[in-house]
């Protein structure tokens, strides 16, 4: 069986901006977006707020060998949408200088936590 299963991330209002972080600090490649002005000319009777024609209503990103999806929707459109602190992205490579520059470039950003300090792991190697 070939599954491809993707992390979707509900942005509430800052799928654009979250988007244009993605690109500038993960190397993020768009593969593909659509904002709210852009599905009302494809389907008129797609309605939303004034003021909100960049939201974004789906993307996907390519980040490395991995995909993610963004959009603004709430995902349980039965409970109100709610920031909290229960996702994050792992970010991982084969090659320690990768993740040394992305680790260190986040590090920076205001918004950016960091939960796992970057320690670089020596392999031990087995002796006859």
């Given at each position: 069986?070939?599954?491809?299963?993707?992390?979707?991330?509900?942005?509430?209002g800052?799928?654009?901006?979250?988007?244009?972080?993605?690109e500038?600090?993960?190397?993020?490649?768009?593969?593909?977006?659509?904002n709210?002005k852009?599905?009302?000319?494809?389907?008129p009777?797609?309605?939303y707020?004034?003021?909100?024609?960049?939201?974004?209503?789906?993307?996907v990103?390519e980040?490395?060998?991995?995909?993610?999806?963004?959009?603004?929707?709430e995902?349980?459109t039965?409970?109100?949408?709610?920031?909290?602190n229960s996702s994050s992205?792992c970010?991982?490579?084969?090659?320690?200088e990768?993740?040394?520059?992305?680790?260190?470039?986040?590090?920076?950003?205001?918004?950016?936590?960091?939960?796992?300090?970057?320690?670089?792991i020596?392999?031990?190697?087995?002796?006859?």
């Amino acid at each position: 069986m070939n599954v491809e299963v993707v992390p979707f991330l509900s942005m509430n209002g800052q799928a654009a901006e979250a988007i244009a972080f993605y690109e500038k600090h993960l190397g993020a490649m768009v593969l593909f977006k659509k904002n709210y002005k852009e599905m009302k000319e494809m389907d008129p009777q797609f309605s939303y707020k004034e003021g909100q024609d960049d939201y974004i209503t789906h993307s996907v990103l390519e980040i490395g060998s991995n995909k993610i999806m963004i959009a603004e929707e709430e995902i349980d459109t039965t409970r109100p949408w709610q920031l909290g602190n229960s996702s994050s992205l792992c970010i991982q490579s084969k090659e320690y200088e990768v993740i040394e520059a992305i680790y260190h470039n986040l590090k920076e950003q205001e918004h950016v936590i960091v939960l796992s300090r970057l320690e670089k792991i020596l392999s031990a190697q087995a002796t006859p």
